[in-house]
């Protein structure tokens, strides 16, 4: 596997285009069309929240259906979620719209929103968008690229990767494009995912895969603690590379799922890195606990305590507050067993060993909580398992931006 | 019942005092000391977080053990959290040493810490402070009044209030105080909070009052979603107003029962709108839940979403975030069957109706979220749960005290 250039738009036979419709943000391209006229095995993972979009009850049912996909329309500034029947109308005519102009199927475009929620989608200004995106896409590099940048809402960097890889023979490339800045506390999946592959594999196990992979990596991030109603990640895959099918768990399985995996990763340790507000990406590593399940909880209870990303803004090696999360998460564990560590590139600092406050450094702890990322790191010492999750710091501008973001 | 002057000495036979021990506060006072000469019938509820305070874990030995407490000593600025068998022992020598300066049995005063997690307590300041505070307490009402100041930390306002009611043809009186300002999230109970009565009840049915107030009052509160390691209710009742003692859950249990609401209510109410930077109280209201379980868990993820409380600092009806906050409350319900109010001493207005937004005013919607009080009102029409929680608004000074809160 290597990386490759570009994001979605690297595989054979997908192609993008985007457009400044004018929905809720000026002066900036807020509508996206990703597309491949090779009708796609897809996958998805979705939001638990059980207030669900239009839009993500709009290709949960396209996913199930086993119908081929042939892309996904993606709007920003507004939701579509808590709009009623309206909001259903919005996402069949968007779609409809991509169907009659590229002559494909009717229920293969899927739709995806990220904005205000409990706001109405300006109709007419979609289906302009995607007439003029209809003509347009482009299988270009900056095609891709600016795709990434018209799904973004809060975000402050566009986030897109590929990577290629040989199976049976043959070059298969596997990109990504994510979009996330806020409201992120994923349990499925994360906000708006979108990832295009030329692999030739049955739609199970293409499933499988990423439902297997997001459990690693999108569901163990946390900006906020609000997990979206809008979360929707897509895979498409074309078959277009020319691979021999993928039908069973073999190795050419395996060396796709590490590439779906570092995708997957790069792609959420980068939402993390730009949640709202964030200064820092902020690790916390697992190690030594009782099971890979209590691992992850604790993981992901660190980074989503509010008190300890304040700490990590603060560069203030606050360590209790982190003891304190992990006490809460729901693991049952002896304080006397735990170790923790401070850790980023300018070294490693032990703060606490087997219940007792090790004395340190003040000024070498601040240095090293300096860095862009900050790990805190924790041995539990009571068995194999282990996890990463990913977060960010709590900052003013979290609450600048959140204070009144729709305005 | 009558609300009357006064805190925790208000009940008869309960003296207090404090001191400034200098143990990490400067020029103010930092221990109190809360005693009865009669031993005290007592019952607490505890933090449920994993990793528990050394006092935290002393204090349910005494509760758990059947003996008479005589008092507690409490100290702000260190939390004498995950400090190991040296923690143990500062609970250890600070009882004792108010056990034998005042002649009472071994193991009848309780300890409480709140502040810095993972820093050893002081001793000797510690040992000090109790002698001081030995030789001077008193049944005053100012003496109660100080020793609810000396137990805040981050809190801006002191939080004390009694009141009395008939109970066998006597006047019984229950006092209390309460602190706690940040990590707030309890799940058994809250920060530090101590309630004296002169009331004579039964130990077990003393717990039972307290433990099902605490679930309407004390666990419906949230500053920060952070469950602390000290959470400490404690209850003590000596007997001195000369009832017949309460022994089964009659009239006397009710009316001693909705006192002890009526103070947990206030206490908690007025800690959240005390919150850490926080500027408003903010109420959500839930109505019409299948259960009162249901009902809890909706009203509790409103008030603890981020993105919510952002909301509610900027005075801005973005009402989607609550109902996305309903969403991933783990409660299933239909959003087709909600309605959602805002509400405050400026009026009220519905901004969502059976699934569908409506239109409504800004300029009013924003004047109604400007009082010190906001309240979100959730019609579920699904059946008869309904429950209040309390929380505050997310403001940069919440990021501030907390970015670098040991310094």
């Known amino acids: 596997m290597k990386k490759t250039e570009g994001g979605v738009t690297a595989p054979k036979g997908f192609k993008a285009a985007v457009c400044a419709a004018n929905i809720k943000y000026k002066d900036r391209t807020d509508m996206a069309f990703l597309f491949s006229e090779t009708p796609c095995v897809c996958a998805g993972t979705f939001t638990s929240n059980v207030v669900k979009a239009a839009c993500v009850q709009w290709d949960m049912e396209i996913v199930s259906s086993g119908r081929g996909m042939h892309g996904v329309v993606v709007n920003s500034g507004i939701a579509n979620a808590c709009t009623g029947e309206e909001g259903f ?31 109405q989608l300006p109709v007419d200004k979609l289906k302009a968008g995607v007439y003029e995106m209809s003509g347009k896409l482009s299988d270009s590099k900056e095609a891709g690229t600016e795709a990434s940048k018209a799904i973004m809402t809060t975000d402050t960097v566009n986030k897109e990767t590929a990577v290629s890889m040989e199976i049976g023979g043959v070059t298969v490339t596997l990109g990504g494009m994510s979009k996330g800045s806020g409201m992120i506390h994923p349990n499925m999946c994360t906000m708006l995912g979108f990832l295009t592959t030329d692999l030739a594999i049955e739609k199970a ?11 690693d990596t999108f569901n163990m991030i946390s900006v906020d603690g609000d997990t979206s109603t809008n979360d929707t990640l897509l895979i498409m895959a074309n078959g277009l590379a020319g691979n021999p099918v993928i039908d069973t768990k073999g ?3 395996e060396i796709f799922k590490e590439a779906l995996y570092t995708i997957c990763r790069y792609l959420a340790r980068t939402m993390a890195g730009d949640g709202e507000g964030a200064t820092k990406l902020f690790t916390a590593h697992v190690i030594g606990a009782k099971t890979v399940a209590d691992a992850k909880a604790l993981a992901r209870s660190i980074i989503s305590s509010n008190l300890s990303k304040a700490a990590i803004y603060g560069c203030d090696a606050n360590f209790g507050r982190f003891l304190c999360a992990m006490g809460y998460s729901g693991v049952n564990f002896n304080q006397e067993d735990v170790e923790l560590f401070f850790e980023s590139e300018a070294g490693e600092l032990k703060v606490f060993d087997h219940g007792v406050p090790l004395a ?3 000024e070498y702890a601040t240095k090293l909580m300096s ?6 790191r924790v041995h539990m010492n009571e068995g194999d398992g282990e996890a990463e999750a990913w977060g960010c710091d709590l ?3 979290y609450v600048k931006i959140n204070a009144d973001y729709r305005s």
């Open 395 to 397: 900052t003013y501008d």
């Open 251 to 253: 190795e050419d399985y």
């Open 205 to 215: 196990l293409l499933q499988e895969a990423l439902s297997d992979v997001v459990k």
């Open 89 to 119: 109308r919005a996402c069949e005519i968007t779609a409809k719209a991509a169907e009659e102009k590229l002559n494909v199927p009717y229920n293969t475009i899927a739709t995806a929103s990220t904005g205000v929620i409990g706001m």
């Open 371 to 376: 860095e862009k990322e900050v790990i805190v």
């Open 360 to 362: 340190f450094d003040e």
